[in-house]
């Protein structure tokens, strides 16, 4: 009774999903059709190649940063799994995540991968959750920039307040499920808080990466911007974007750029410009998991592998 309960919460979880991208996309497409795509295409042909180049690779270098946080988890359990393999795994997921958000989740090939090198299936099952909320902790210290925003957002009524779930009291269990299934997975590295604080700095490491790569290609755009700035719009997004409204945050994210840059003085062609071109080097990036994700995926999984559900 248990299972058909959890299989129709969850096939209702991904109709909310599919509704949120449909809807966020199409809002979306109907705002690009506003613009003025001979300003943004002018705009394209003055970009200095160099900028592109060195943003793409900063986003690059944070992914690097991404897979050292949860290298170091893992091997913290002294799990044998090389830097190579654990890179890897992240970027197969990342290509799952982007190319193929209706078949499988990204964390679930890193944990499929990862027990394929452990024999502690717990230990490497949980440290994708750890890892999850050592990035959602690093972020959190970048939120107090987001203040403006979030005074913006309350104080004028953006769309993304309107952004009402209902069913609140389910919405409160589940919020609560999760967080008790978070401290279960977190009792393993509890007493290695070396080992964990070395993990947030590879995040704030990579977050400062990230900022560092979208100031230069926004000011390269022309939009005022300063790193706080960026470092408040991009805080907020990606707490906005994992809510699960929609696929991977398809549609949301490129609207929220939208409103908080041209908040910071933007035109909308700039704005949709750099939600744009950060999506495309999102995709392009991820691009090389294609290569590894058909060795990560087992033709058939380990017995007795631990189910996801039993790790949020």
Known sequence: METIEMDQKRDWSWRIRLA?????????VWLL????????????KELALWVVVVSFLLLLIRHGWNTARWFILVRAQKIPISFLRALQLVMSGLFVSNFLPSMVGGDVIRIAGILQDSDNRVAGAASVVVDRLVGVFGMLF????????????????????????????????RIKQSFQKLMESLKIWIHQPGWLFLALCASWLGVITYLSGVLLLATEIGIPVSLMDVAGATA???????????INGYGIR???ILAFYTHFGASSEQATLL??????MFLIVSLPGAIWVGRVLPAKLPPNRPSRKDFG
């Open 33 to 44: 059709w506003q613009q003025d795509w001979q300003v943004i295409f002018e705009a394209v």
């Open 20 to 28: 949120g991208t449909i809807l966020s996309i199409l809002l979306l």
């Open 275 to 280: 939600a744009l071109i950060t999506r495309f």
């Open 142 to 173: 970048v939120l107090p920039f987001s203040a403006p925003l979030i005074s913006l957002v309350l104080s004028e009524g953006f769309w993304v307040a309107g952004l009402a779930v209902s069913e609140t009291d389910q919405w409160k269990i």
């Open 254 to 256: 490129e609207l929220t």
């Open 236 to 246: 907020l997004t990606y707490f906005i974007t994992i809510i699960p409204l929609s």
